[in-house]
Structure formats: structure tokens, C-alpha cells
Antibody, heavy 120, light 107 residues
Framework: QVHLQESGPGLVKPSETLSLTCTVSGGSVSSSSFYWAWIRQSPGKGLEWIGSSYYTGTTHYKPSLKSRITISVDSSKNQFSLSLNSVTAADTAVYYC?????????????WGQGTTVTVS | DIQMTQSPSSVSASAGDRVTITCRASQTITRNLNWYQHRPGKAPKLLIYSASSLQSGVPSRVSGTGSATHFTLTISYLQPEDSAIYYCQQANSFPFTFGGGTKVEIK
């Protein structure tokens, strides 16, 4: 059974870089079947997809974040990571990592428990 | 971006009732529509993928229908554990987008 676990600082200062890691167990980030994604939920708001990465390095980002975001996959550590620079209070959220199918036919079927990041 | 609009934003129903949530896409997404349940403090849970396919482990009283731009999620025989926020999500094209959510409350 695949398990995802987010890790990283819970507090980030404005204008600095938010860095989170998602460790994958029970499966491989190098699988050709899946993308690896980050989703966030700001206080009082709904779910927001922010980006996905394939093991080859192919990435897709939310357009409004594209200038600040990098998602990368590290096959040697079986992890993928999120880097979001120049953060503001608007980036305060619970951040989830998740897996989704490489095809459009399939949802985000495995999620991490989420990690709270506060920008202050 | 494809905009996803859910209605209602909230619904209150009694145990044993049936609730239906609607999700509309701003353009056709064929059947590339997923539904999630999100309980407070928990990770979102995939309920339905590809508009109508039941994710493994999800009870059969949960069902999804629709295609193109109009989709519905129905929960029959409502149980206390169904109290949550439900989201639709289009997977037809990047950037993925979620609906605004529907809060289901059990009276």
C-alpha cells in the first residue's frame, strides 16, 4: 500500500522560500503510471491544485504560481518536493502531497496527511 | 483554465436521506471528473473517478453520473460519517481545478 508523508518547516518568513518534501513508501516515484502533485487549502477556502510532476521531469503548474514554484522528483530518495519562493501571507495553508494517474482517467487516489505552513 | 462550479454550497439532511450535489464545468471535460470527500483534519479521499467509477473501498451508496459539462454526486442512505465537504475536480487538462466545495451536514 502506497503511503505519502509531507515534511518541512511549519513557519516561513514573508519573502522567503517555502520548501516541502513528500516521502513515498510502498511504491516508486519512478513509476511510469503516476504523476506526483501538491494541493493546498488556505484557511476558510477550498482545495487548490498547485502543480504536478512526472518522474521524467515533466511538470505542470497553476498559472498564477508558475513564476514562483518548482516541483521536482528525486528517484534516489523516492521523494518529491515543492519549492515556492517569495511567499506572502496568502501562501499560508495546509499543503497536501498526492498521487494521480498519468492519464486523465483517474483521480488523486493517495494523499499525505497534510502539513500546515504559516507565513509570518 | 476550466472553471468548476458546485451547487449547493451547503446542504443539511437527516440520516437515511439522499443528497445530490451538482458540478458544472465551464467547457466540456468528457468524463474526466473526480469527486472527493474531505473531513476536517483529514486528507481528502477519492470517492468517484472518471465521473461514475467507484473508488475501491467506497460504499456503493455513493454514485456519480454525468458527462461533458454536467455532473452529479449522489449519496444515498446518508450516514453520520458522511458529514464532510465534497469537491469535484476536473482532470481533463492541466491546470487541474476543483469546485468550490459542498458542505454536507447531518441533522
Amino acid at each position: 500500500q502506497v503511503h505519502l508523508q509531507e515534511s518541512g518547516p511549519g513557519l516561513v518568513k514573508p519573502s522567503e522560500t517555502l520548501s516541502l518534501t513528500c516521502t513515498v513508501s510502498g511504491g516508486s516515484v519512478s513509476s511510469s503510471s503516476f504523476y506526483w502533485a501538491w494541493i493546498r487549502q488556505s484557511p476558510g477556502k477550498g482545495l487548490e491544485w498547485i502543480g504536478s510532476s512526472y518522474y521524467t521531469g515533466t511538470t505542470h503548474y497553476k498559472p498564477s504560481l508558475k513564476s514562483r514554484i518548482t516541483i521536482s522528483v528525486d528517484s534516489s530518495k523516492n521523494q518529491f518536493s515543492l519549492s515556492l519562493n517569495s511567499v506572502t501571507a496568502a501562501d499560508t495553508a495546509v499543503y497536501y502531497c498526492a498521487r494521480h494517474s498519468g492519464s486523465a482517467a483517474g483521480g488523486m487516489d493517495v494523499w499525505g496527511q497534510g502539513t500546515t505552513v504559516t507565513v509570518s | 483554465d476550466i472553471q468548476m462550479t458546485q451547487s449547493p454550497s451547503s446542504v443539511s439532511a437527516s440520516a437515511g436521506d439522499r443528497v445530490t450535489i451538482t458540478c458544472r464545468a465551464s467547457q466540456t471535460i468528457t468524463r474526466n471528473l473526480n469527486w472527493y470527500q474531505h473531513r476536517p483534519g483529514k486528507a481528502p479521499k477519492l470517492l468517484i473517478y472518471s465521473a461514475s467509477s467507484l473508488q475501491s473501498g467506497v460504499p456503493s451508496r455513493v454514485s456519480g453520473t454525468g458527462s461533458a459539462t454536467h455532473f452529479t454526486l449522489t449519496i444515498s442512505y446518508l450516514q453520520p460519517e458522511d458529514s464532510a465537504i465534497y469537491y469535484c475536480q476536473q482532470a481533463n487538462s492541466f491546470p487541474f481545478t476543483f469546485g468550490g466545495g459542498t458542505k454536507v451536514e447531518i441533522k
